[in-house]
């Protein structure tokens, strides 16, 4: 390559990748502030189309394109995880499970003969009139309205997996700056706390499934958005 073109090709090749980063950064933060998933969907493309473009040979470029694509990736590893791991629930369940007051599910007490759990709100609920007020949300009609219903199923319910958002936000942080400081050993860490700390609301079969899908997306996404950097980097 002639050696006057390479400041060019250079300057061209940060351009684009910064470009579609930013793209992928906005339709994240319009994802996460109007709870839309087709948004996430696009910030999931662009992101696949700037590791493209990272993959590219590259030309070299200043310390300050490095910089600013570093901090667009940590924007983006942060916003967009939530809307991403959101997205990877709806594809694995359906929305079939109900949601609680709090970021979390709800799911039947685990206790068989003792004395049920609170409900989260003043009046206890169960599981049928839970599943019943979110599809009297979502269709406005279908949902059985007498106690009978209710009474047949007689397990009380509550949240579990409160307070994901802003657990996510800290996870993906530390996920995605450990990897860009040459640290990627501390994902164990990261993991190994939040497995803990969630251990005791894992009995039923509802609560590890979103467990297990939400923390593979939320890791596979701060990955990718470190992994963006470091590729453009090398």
């Not at 509802?206 to 899908?213: H, K, L, S, V």
């Amino acid at each position: 390559m002639n050696s006057s073109t390479l400041p060019i090709v250079a300057y061209l090749y940060w351009l684009l990748l910064l470009l579609v980063t930013s793209g992928s950064l906005a339709f994240a933060i319009l994802a996460f502030r109007r709870q839309k998933l087709p948004f996430a969907a696009v910030s999931a493309g662009a992101l696949a189309a700037a590791l493209l473009v990272a993959a590219l040979p590259s030309p070299g470029g200043s310390a300050v394109s490095g910089v600013i694509l570093g901090m667009l990736a940590l924007g983006l590893a942060v916003v967009g995880g939530g809307p991403a791991a959101l997205l990877a629930l709806r594809l694995a369940t359906n929305n079939s499970v109900p949601q609680g007051e709090h970021g979390g599910i709800l799911v039947e007490n685990g206790d068989v003969g003792g004395a049920p759990a609170p409900a989260p709100a003043s009046t206890p609920a169960t599981v049928a009139e839970a599943a019943g007020a979110g599809a009297g949300a979502g269709a406005g009609a279908g949902a059985p309205d007498g106690p009978g219903a209710a009474g047949a199923s007689g397990a009380f319910v509550h949240e579990v997996l409160r307070g994901g958002l802003m657990i996510g936000i800290l996870e993906r942080l530390a996920v995605a700056g450990a990897i860009l400081a040459g640290f990627p050993e501390a994902i164990a860490v990261v993991v190994a706390i939040k497995g803990v700390g969630r251990f005791t609301e894992l009995a039923t079969a509802e609560a590890r499934e979103r467990f297990i899908i939400g923390t593979l997306a939320s890791l596979i996404w701060a990955c990718a958005c470190a992994a963006l950097v470091q590729i453009a980097l090398t």
